[in-house]
């Protein structure tokens, strides 16, 4: 997942990160003629206190300054006004990491102290968006000698200030910059309630019967006699798997469905409300009519009509799917009628073993974590010419890993990855844009956070594992532009997932695993076992992509109306009884443990939309070859080298020479 941190009107990212007084190599690498680059990495073990005295000390002098640019009465040319902002930018460098900490960092004070900065400075960007003496200097601006991606920049610049209320009266924008307030404060406690509940069930070792035995070496016996397995993935995904007691992987479901119950479902409703409000105060119907305005999407009834048709699409084969799961859980009980959610997984990998003839256990002994790591890597420097290599800087816990991405010598980026769990640690997996590159000025950054055994890693993990770092690679190979404006991932939001699921698909690829897939006797991954994973590939594609979209229209469905008409959990059964493949589990509150309600909103939609670009994409590499490097510098350059610089339609179409279209994805899902 592409974590945004905040909506900006002229820049969807903020400038360089805290500079750093450790040691930095290799500076005359990337030393400018006209300036030094901006590359050292962030200080992330400043204390709470420090983090507080700090976003003040910043924050005062970026009001200061942005009020100096308010009231410039020169000519407005884009240098004056635009390069004006991005300086003020630059000046936030100190506190840019403040988003991705309060979601990694192990010390309490300091993920509370950067969440409180990191609502400051939301309340910063909402008052530019609503800053009537820097909209009018951008409207001044005289756009007949800006080059097509400057001029694009500056009309969707505009037209975000208009879609965010600059234009309204003064005490319209008051209460817009109230409600922008409120809703960065639930949903920072939304998303804190979430990741600091962690429940757990606690299981005697003959529930655990079937699980692998480095799993087992690692969750002993308590002096009860009694193992404790949490609602993090690492510890509750081998269960669902391979766990053949159905009572424990019932109980584990109910547990990690029901995180941030009761207190997340208040939270929520207020969190829907204040942006129900904000969008209806800038004359909108809804909350996804807001927000769906700026995306390739445009608006909801497309939304809506695309999600139905792929939810066509899936009527077939879902229907056959679950008529093979029940027919193999009516080998354990004669008397199952229906396939219930907690034993999905279970008997997928019981039919991939005996349809398919491939054993999740096997195949899992091929993927150690450090190897997948070398592995990705090397994918990396093979397709797209880079070397990447280890980055001696500090961190925020002994598990994080630093690393530099050059090319040619030259320095391209630095980016640190958390890659295993640990205690109120962001649950899920996500990438941090932590400094957006800019031509000749600052080099790229990025943070990962992600939940992975250090041991032996699921296939699926690896996928994982691969898609997020295709959302580092765009940040890394985005920032080719000159102004904040176009750099990094600011293009529409319905796009940015689009590259990391499309890369998802060489994690299927015989000649790239073979590289680093091996197991602890160094033996390869065979073949004959990589073909027989893509066989079965297919096998519960259906009912995933039904469940995603089950998702995707809770999360219309709770934006896209008045909330006073809205009861949480009725609409949330409603609308599984009609998408979801599988019953709705009694004590469970999905809603409240749903973390795209708060970043996404309404819109999550993307996934599959994303996923209908990636797969139109990925044709071309179909047809011409998945290794070859001539399409994958095209790639680099045309898609994730254009940034923001123009439409994502019409890069999209530059890469493919053709517009985008979903028939390439719908037709996939038919044949399922």
Partial sequence: MYKTLITLSLVSALAACQ????????????????QKMIIEGIKPNLSASEITQLCEQVLNKTDQDFAALEQQTNMATLDSVVGSFDSIIDGMSPIRHVWHIKAVHPDADIRDAATQCSQKA??????????????DQLSAIDTAELSESEQYMLKRSLENFKRAGVDRSE??????TSLQKEITEIGNEFSKNIREDVRFVMASAEQLTGLPEDYLANHPVNEQGLIKITTDYPDIQPVMTYGENDELRHKLRIASRDRGYPI??????????????????????????????????????????????????????????????????QQIDPNATQVQVWQA????????????????????????????????????QDLFGVQIRPWKTETWHEDVESYEILENGKLLGRFYMDNHPRDNKYKHAAHWTLRTGIKDKQIPMSGLAQNFPKGLMEHSQVETFLHEFGHLLHNMFSGNQKWYGISGMTMERDFVEAPSQMLEEWIWDYDTLKTFASNEKGETIPKSLVEKMNRARDFGQATGTATQIFYANLALNYYNQDP??????????????????????????????????????????TYQWSLA???????????????????????????????????????VADFLNREFTPDAYINELKSL
């Fill in 613 to 651: 670009i990636a797969t139109d994409l990925f044709s071309r590499f179909e047809q011409e070859g998945i290794r070859n490097k001539a399409v994958a510098a095209e790639y680099r350059n045309k898609v994730l080298g254009a940034a923001g610089s123009k439409p994502a339609a019409k890069f």
């Fill in 19 to 34: 500079s750093s007084e450790q040691q930095v190599n290799n500076q005359s690498e990337i030393t400018s003629p006209k």
């Fill in 122 to 135: 939301s309340e910063f960007y909402t008052k530019v968006g609503l800053s009537r003496g820097y909209y």
């Fill in 264 to 329: 997340n479902e208040k939270v929520l409703k207020k969190l829907i409300t204040k942006r129900h409000a904000l969008a209806k105060l800038l004359n909108y119907d809804n909350h996804a009519a807001l927000s769906m305005s700026a995306k390739m999407i445009n608006n909801p009834g497309n939304a809506n009509a695309f999600l139905s048709r792929v939810g066509g699409a899936l009527k077939a084969p879902v229907e056959k799917e679950l008529a093979v799961l029940l027919k193999r859980l």
């Fill in 345 to 380: 997984n279970y008997l997928m990998n019981l039919i991939r073993q005996e349809d398919y003839a491939v054993d999740s256990k096997e195949v899992r002994q091929y993927f150690q974590y450090d190897k997948v790591r070398a592995g990705i890597f090397g994918l990396t």
């Fill in 171 to 176: 005490d319209v924008r008051k209460k817009i």
């Fill in 564 to 605: 006073a008409k809205i009861d949480l959990n009725e609409t949330m059964l409603r609308l599984q009884k009609q998408y979801a493949p599988h019953p709705y589990v009694e004590g469970t509150h999905f809603y409240t443990n749903f973390g795209h309600l708060n970043g996404y909103s309404s819109d999550y939609y």
